[in-house]
C-alpha cells in the first residue's frame, strides 16, 4: 500500500503527523506501507507559498490577526478551485508515486488536491482520506477540513468527527482514530520521573520560535518561585540565545535549554507540568503524556486555538495564562497542594483516546482492500 501524505508547514504540527505516521509505518511492516509526503503549498506556487509564510509570521508575532486570516480563507475558498495551482509539479509527485492513498493532514489539502488526485490517477484507484487533529467543533474547526466525497476522515477524538459530521461528513465515513504522534510518545515509559517534591515546568515553542520565555521567567523571579525550567526554543537560535542570557545573568532560578531534537515524550513524563500554546500537536501529545497541561494565551488566541481550549476546558486538562504572573500562582498554588496536577493526570488519562497510530495503519488497509 503506497501512502501519499499532503502536508504544510503552518505552524509545525501537520509535519509533526506526517512525520510520526511515516515512523508507525516503517515500525508496523505487517501492514506493507510505503509512505511518502510532500508540501503541494510550498512546493507548487508562489501564492500557496505566501499564505504558509503569512500564516507563520502572524502565528510569531500577531496571534490575533489570524482572525482576519483564517475568515477571509473560510469564505475565499481559494484551495476549491478545479485544478491546483502549479498542478504540473503536483501532478509529476502523483505519476511518480502512484499512491493508493492520498492522506490529508491540513485543512487546505482536502478538495482540490484530492480532486485533481482521482483525476490523475483514476478515481477508482486511489482513495482520498483526511486525518484532521482538531480537538473540536465550532468558530476556529474549518470548513475546509470536510470533503463528503472522501472515502474516510479520521478524527482525533469523538469531537472532531462530530464535527465533521455538522459540515456535511457520513457518520460511517468517519473513524476515531486517536493521536498520530511520534512512536516515543506510545513507548512505555523509561526511567524518567518525576522527583517527589519538586516543581519542574516544560516551556515549550512553536516550531517556527514562537514563545513568551523570557516574560514566564521574569514573573518566576519576581514572585520568588521555586521551580526548576527546561526551555525548548523551536528552530530559533535567537531564542535560544536571548533564554540563555536571561539564566546567565539570574542563576537564582535554574533554566536549561534544550536542543530542538529533544526527546519530548520523555520530557512531558518527567515534569510537572508544560507550558506552551494550545495548538493541536502540543495538547495532543501532553494528554498522551499525562502532562498537565498550562497554556499560554499571550497575544491573543488563534481560531484553531480557541477550539482546542474548548476542548482543554471541558475536560478539566489545562489551566489558561492570560497574564505571565497567572504562571507565577497556578505554580505557587500547585507546589502547595500536588493533588492538583495530579488530578489533571487522571482526567488526561481518561480522555485519551484508545485507538492510535496502529488502528489508523489498519483502517487505511482495510480500505484499500
Known amino acids: 500500500m503506497r501512502v501519499l501524505i499532503l502536508t504544510s508547514s503552518t505552524g509545525g504540527c501537520h509535519d509533526m503527523r506526517a512525520r510520526a505516521f511515516a515512523e508507525w509505518a516503517q515500525a508496523e511492516p505487517q501492514h506493507g506501507v510505503s509512505v511518502e509526503w510532500c508540501r503541494p503549498l510550498e512546493e507548487s506556487h508562489a501564492i500557496y507559498k505566501f499564505g504558509v509564510e503569512l500564516y507563520n509570521w502572524i502565528q510569531r508575532t500577531a496571534p490575533l490577526l489570524h482572525h482576519v486570516y483564517f475568515n477571509f480563507l473560510e469564505v475565499a475558498s481559494v484551495i476549491r478551485s478545479a485544478t491546483p495551482l502549479g498542478a504540473a509539479r503536483f501532478r509529476a509527485v502523483l505519476e511518480r508515486v502512484r499512491p493508493d492513498v492520498v492522506l490529508s493532514v491540513h485543512d487546505s489539502l482536502n478538495h482540490t ?13 486511489v482513495r482520498c482520506v483526511t486525518y484532521c487533529d482538531e480537538l473540536h467543533g ?18 482525533v477524538v469523538p469531537e472532531t468527527c462530530e464535527a465533521a459530521v455538522r459540515w456535511g461528513m457520513a457518520p460511517e465515513k468517519t473513524f476515531v482514530g486517536g493521536f498520530m504522534t511520534r512512536r516515543f510518545f506510545y513507548e512505555p515509559a523509561g526511567t524518567e520521573t518525576r ?12 516550531g517556527h520560535g514562537a514563545q513568551n520565555h523570557i516574560a514566564f521567567l521574569e514573573a518566576l523571579k519576581r514572585q520568588r518561585v521555586q521551580a526548576k525550567v527546561m526551555a525548548l526554543c523551536g528552530a530559533s537560535a535567537e531564542a535560544a540565545r536571548a533564554v540563555n542570557a536571561w539564566a546567565a545573568a539570574n542563576p537564582s532560578l535554574p533554566v536549561q535549554v534544550l536542543p530542538h531534537d529533544s526527546n519530548i515524550a520523555r520530557l512531558m513524563r518527567s515534569v510537572t507540568a ?22 499560554n494565551t499571550l497575544g491573543g488566541l488563534m481560531p484553531q486555538e480557541l477550539i482546542n481550549v474548548k476542548f482543554c476546558r471541558k475536560h478539566g486538562i489545562a489551566e489558561v495564562i492570560r497574564r505571565p ?8 498554588e500547585w507546589k502547595a497542594n500536588p493533588a492538583l496536577p495530579e488530578t489533571m493526570r487522571q482526567r488526561m488519562d481518561a480522555v485519551c483516546p484508545r485507538n492510535g497510530p496502529k488502528e489508523i495503519l489498519q483502517r487505511l488497509a482495510a480500505l484499500v482492500s
Open 195 to 206: 522527583e517527589p517534591g519538586e516543581f519542574s515546568l516544560l516551556l515549550m515553542a512553536s
Open 274 to 295: 508544560v507550558v506552551a500554546r494550545p495548538g493541536a500537536g502540543t495538547c495532543s501529545e501532553a494528554i498522551v503524556s499525562r502532562c498537565p497541561l498550562l497554556i
Open 113 to 125: 488536491f484530492f480532486d485533481f488526485a482521482r483525476t490523475v490517477l483514476g478515481r477508482d484507484r
Open 325 to 332: 504572573d497567572d504562571l507565577a500562582r497556578i505554580a505557587t
Open 138 to 155: 465550532g468558530y476556529g474547526f474549518s470548513r475546509h477540513w470536510v470533503n463528503p466525497a472522501a472515502d474516510l476522515f479520521i478524527g
